[in-house]
Nanobody, 114 residues
Framework: QVQFVESGGGLVQPGGSLRLSCTAS????????MGWYRRTPGKQRELVAD???????NYADSVKGRFTIFRDNTKKTVDLQMNSLRPDDTAVYFC????????WGQGTQVTVSS
């Protein structure tokens, strides 16, 4: 079945960096646009970045210029490099097939605080 395993979160000071990684399984990864999402308490899950099968990327305005999304179709992974982190980036981060709202993984907690 479709599965996502996210990792790489943690506690970081404002201005710091983290790299999140997601390993996908159970579907033909290489043909799908993939996305990184985040959820904060009281808010809906939001799309942070997505990457097409050909490597074209899109970013939410709030992270543009700070986050970079990568994919490796051989390894079936999609990573999110996060730089210049801010307290409002604090959230649980998830990956999934773009515009798909099912089979969510556990996510990985990112906390930006001094």
């Amino acid at each position: 079945q479709v599965q996502f395993v996210e990792s790489g979160g943690g506690l970081v000071q404002p201005g710091g960096s983290l790299r999140l990684s997601c390993t996908a399984s159970g579907f033909m990864f290489s043909i799908y646009t993939m996305g990184w999402y985040r959820r904060t308490p009281g808010k809906q899950r939001e799309l942070v970045a997505d990457i097409t099968r050909d490597g074209i990327t899109n970013y939410a305005d709030s992270v543009k210029g700070r986050f970079t999304i990568f994919r490796d179709n051989t390894k079936k992974t999609v990573d999110l490099q996060m730089n210049s982190l801010r307290p409002d980036d604090t959230a649980v981060y998830f990956c999934n097939i773009w515009q798909r709202n099912d089979d969510w993984g556990q996510g990985t907690q990112v906390t930006v605080s001094s």
